[in-house]
């Protein structure tokens, strides 16, 4: 059976948080991008979730909660902890914490690690549905695994329409990137994925900030960050000099070199908040299989352009 439209509508919503509590899979609009939601408390749910997805299951998955002060319940939370919470919640920041002895979200959304990844986001529908849920909800972005993340409710719908019970449209998403997840479970604060909230912010607010650069580094604390994902069908170039035949290009700031087959901008004048919001959208539009792969014009390394180039050379990155 095809997933049920639901709309933003108040009646749809309580709908969607009824489905939630009975144990169904739905997806649902955050600021960052479309999330795949089930109970967390849920072990069939999450289990589900991971169904859904095609998920590897050592790839943990962030809770979602409506409010700031639930995360006490669920986690070990110290003056650092509370304060970044204070000051980014809601939002587009995920808090990698230590699990609370009690806490009752399903050990399968840990992966069998002894902390929880939490979010709050700020989208109204995402606030709205948590609050009726009235409980965390996991999610992991609403795309197939190792796929381009989704920003619109059609996204969704072309990936998992037919395994899913419902997608709430909330419209399109406004930062268009994942949130940045930050690890306060150890003593020195680990940027585990750029996102949403700028490592710069984070550093403003928090001092200096760990950043495992390497996949070695990386693959025991964060076992999602896989090397190759965020993948379109075609190959991606990110070094661009000469347009190959038949490629296309994502342009950023100034004019691409002549000769590509179609050019869709991410940002005409170089705006980094817009880039991120077109970003999926425009990878999504340009991967057909009338062009020969898909090339993309350098984005600065700072500001939201870090989680634009993670994104990027991870799509670009060779698939296993
Ligand atoms: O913006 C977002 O974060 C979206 C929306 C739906 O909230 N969600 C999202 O989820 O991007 P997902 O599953 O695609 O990415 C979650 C990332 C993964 O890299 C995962 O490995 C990491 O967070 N993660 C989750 N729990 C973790 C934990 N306990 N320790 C370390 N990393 C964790
Ligand atoms: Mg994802």
Redesign the pocket.
Known sequence: MPARALSSSSADIAEAARLLRRGEVIAFP?E????LGGDATNDRAVAAIFAAKGRPRF????S?LAAPEAAADLALLDERSRGVARRFWPG?L?L?LRRRADCPISLLA??G?D???L?V?AHPVAQALLAAADRPIA????NRSGRI?PTAAEHVASELGDRIAAIVDGGAAAIGV??T?L?LSGERPLL??P??VTVEALTASLGPIDEPRSEAGVAP?????LASHYAPNLPLRLEIGEALPGEAVLAFGGDPPPGFAEIRWLSRSGDLAEAAANLFAALRALDRPDFSGIAVMPIPERGLGRAINDRLRRAAAPRP
């Not at 790839?59 to 962030?62: A, D, G």
């Open positions: 955050t960052t991008v479309y999330g790839n943990p998955l962030i979602h587009p995920t990698v840990s992966a690690l902390t929880v990844a979010r986001p999610a992991p972005s609403a993340s994942e949130s997840v690890d585990l994925r996102g949403g604390r964060a076992p999602g960050m």
